[in-house]
């Protein structure tokens, strides 16, 4: 038999989407479908005090505007982030006349097209009052508060003695680390087209969370969830934006209602940057002590974050310094600040990246400071046991990830005296960084269906899961293509569609740890049927999985890897250049080698984009961002990124789950903003600790 789990196979589905024949919510040609467009306000903090639809509603081709005058109220929705569904903003849309950030939806306008319905936005007549607001930490310190617990996890605490840990070491970094607010900025906008059949919804939604759609929209319009249907079966990227419910989603379904007929609606990107969930800017201050041997004593990690005026959001950057090392002694604080902006949202590994980018340039400064390789400081404080759970790590190959990056870079070419490596002009650096990624399992139910058909056996493989472009659908068709023997093309996929068996959502790099073991037991179950009745022309089986976040009794399950990274800095014009990354991972098996490594590389551009380029900037005077395109917030593309060494060490974890699979969509960001920044200081001798690392913060020290 031919195994396929682990081999480089093509995507199943990447032949409709190059051609184009792969269908994405604004796509499905529906009949009589007319068109919406968003208005949101100008004003980031006030009331409106006055609102005139007369001019909008008599225009040309116009069926319905929609305001807080008519739209009436929702339901209670739920607002559960990992379970059950959640909406973007805990407020429901057009619920009043407050206005609490810019670009806050006041209206959608509903016309036969897309252009007429834009004309008719353009003719609405909005008097704001304007009232306070802020959208800089500084000028709101004094709605500090302090967020009790993430996931179960108190987010302020001590453990151990941290003033003896301090006493004891005789080496001491106190610094101040700062990332800006960034965004998913997902390729594929927020789309939705919203129809009624009597009292059954229908929604073709872009989203990572069919299930929570559902649960959120049933609740919305007071409905069974059996009379609301969520289909997406392909998404154009999402990294964490769509997971929650969108207003437009509601407000499309409303005017759908009341219109009878199917409404689209897609957000502009400006839309999508302002009113779709960020990454919340972090300002860390983390102190670390040592001994002369690099024994690390103690760590304190400080950590302020923002949210909106009404919702609740933490980005829990002190999540992996408590359990990455060692370390005796451990103090966290978290400090959350309230903005005028769209509630924060998840993106790809929240916490994680902003948090690691904190602690991986700490360690280079106290490896520094010691005179020590970074990569033997590390190695100094490796862990086998989780400091904060006590419990061990299962299956842990961190160790091993060091060496084979440490060997595949050429590290011990590395000299750790700042600027002595050249080519001309050019200063040449190394950095490495640690990554990390808790393994999560939030649950799926997987059913297989094997039938003979005239061509021969066939097995169809679903589940309600979204492929945001992750490769699920690859993924799920190895599995149980090597399970049952058949080829790769005998099997089909189906996902995006609430229809399915249940699944968690697409997000927390949990989906292939949660649906690849229910698919292969299904598979499995089959099998067996198959041997007791080898006449069977149909045989069906479900099984699922139940969820782990990262812990059970026994073990702490966690990713890890390591990155090394090569920069090319030009010093009269601080332009840098990321020339050569080499990372190697440890997330146990890995399935599909070809998605999984294109997930890899995917999580490595963004850490790219984190340190180099990316931050979404608030004007304090106007309350509004400024640069709420693609031509002002800057992604990299394909001139910012070069080749990129990728490895696994591919060792099962049994203890996780019974592929011995845990996730890979989110570690590959983790680290690589420090890494490239300890290799910027290696290459110039300058500390930049305030991302994205711009060439002014360069040259003005040059």
């Not at 169809?460 to 093309?489: C, H, N, Q, R, W």
């Amino acid at each position: 038999m031919t195994t396929l789990i682990g081999t480089p196979v093509n995507r199943i589905d990447g032949r409709k989407k190059v051609t184009g024949t792969a269908q994405y919510a604004a796509e499905l040609p529906l009949a009589e479908t007319c068109h919406a467009v968003l208005v949101g306000s100008e004003i980031a903090g006030g009331k409106i005090r006055h609102l005139d639809a007369l001019s909008a509603e008599q225009a040309p081709g116009v069926l319905l505007v929609l305001t807080h005058l008519n739209a009436g109220k929702f339901g209670d929705m739920p607002d559960d982030m990992m379970q059950g569904g959640t909406t973007a903003e805990k407020r429901p849309p057009l619920a009043d006349v407050r206005i609490l950030h810019t670009g806050q939806y006041v209206a959608m306008v509903v016309a036969e097209s897309i252009e007429q319905a834009r004309y008719a936005a353009s003719l609405l007549a909005i008097e704001y009052e304007r009232g306070p607001f802020a959208v800089a930490l500084e000028d709101a310190r004094e709605t500090t508060f302090q967020p009790e617990q993430f996931m179960g996890e108190p987010l302020s605490f001590e453990r151990g003695n941290v003033r003896a840990g301090f006493e004891a070491a005789d080496v001491r970094i106190d610094e101040t680390y700062v990332t800006p607010t960034e965004h998913p900025c997902a390729l594929e906008p927020h789309a939705t087209i919203a129809s009624w059949s009597g009292d059954t919804l229908t929604v073709y939604n872009s989203t990572q969370w069919v299930m929570g759609d559902r649960a959120v929209l049933a609740a919305a319009f007071h409905l069974p969830t059996e009379k609301v249907r969520i289909v997406c079966p392909f998404v154009g990227g999402m990294f964490g934006s769509k997971g929650a419910t969108g207003a437009h989603v509601m407000l499309a379904a409303l005017a759908a209602r009341r219109l009878e007929r199917p409404v689209k609606i897609v957000l502009s990107r400006t839309q999508v940057l302002t009113d779709v969930g960020h990454r919340t800017e972090t300002v860390q201050r983390l102190e670390m002590g040592a001994t002369k041997d690099g024994v690390i004593t103690a760590i304190r990690h400080f950590c302020t974050t923002h949210t909106a005026l009404d919702d609740d959001f933490v980005e829990p950057a002190t999540i992996t310094s408590r359990m990455l090392y060692n370390a005796r002694s451990y103090a966290a604080h978290q400090d959350v600040v309230r903005l005028n902006v769209i509630r924060p949202s998840w993106m790809r590994a929240p916490g994680e990246a902003p948090g690691q980018f904190a602690l991986e340039c700490a360690m280079d400064e106290l490896a520094a400071r010691l005179d020590m390789d970074p990569v033997e400081l590390r190695r100094r404080n490796h862990t086998e046991v989780n400091p904060q759970t006590g419990k061990p790590f299962s299956n842990k190959h961190l160790l091993d990830c060091y060496a084979r990056g440490a060997e595949r870079f050429g590290w011990s070419r590395r000299n750790p005296k700042p600027g002595s490596l050249r080519e001309g002009d050019t200063l040449i650096g190394f950095g490495t960084a640690t990554a990390t990624y808790p393994g999560y399992l939030m649950g799926a139910t997987v059913k297989v269906r094997w039938e003979q058909s005239s061509t021969g056996p066939r097995a169809i493989v679903s589940t309600a899961g979204s492929d945001a472009g992750t490769g699920m659908y690859t993924m799920l068709a190895i599995t149980v293509a090597e399970i049952l023997g058949l080829p790769l093309k005998r099997v089909t996929v189906e996902l995006g569609d609430s229809a399915l068996t249940p699944c968690s959502v697409a997000g927390g790099s949990n989906l292939t740890a949660s649906t690849a073991p229910a698919a292969a037991d299904a598979a499995a179950k089959i099998k067996r049927q198959f041997a007791e009745n080898p006449r069977a022309e149909f045989l069906e089986a479900e099984e699922q999985t139940q969820p782990i976040f990262g812990q059970n009794d026994k073990f702490a399950f966690q990713s890890f890897g390591a990155h090394f990274v090569e920069v090319r800095v030009q010093p009269e014009i601080g332009r840098i250049r990321v020339s050569r990354i080499v990372s190697v991972f440890d997330c146990g098996r890995i399935l599909s080698a070809k998605t999984a490594r294109s997930q890899f590389i995917g999580g490595i551009v963004f850490g790219i984009g984190a340190a180099l380029l990316e931050e979404l900037s608030y004007d304090r005077k106007h309350g509004q961002p400024v640069n709420a395109d693609l031509a002002g917030y800057l992604v990299p593309v394909h001139a910012d990124v070069p080749e990129i060494d990728v490895t696994w060490i591919d060792e099962p974890d049994f203890n996780f789950n019974s592929m011995g699979c845990r996730g890979v969509g989110e570690i590959g960001i983790t680290g690589v903003a420090a890494a490239i920044a300890n290799a910027v200081y290696n290459a110039t001798g300058i500390r930049v600790r305030e991302l994205p690392i711009t060439p002014d913060k360069l040259i003005r020290y040059s």
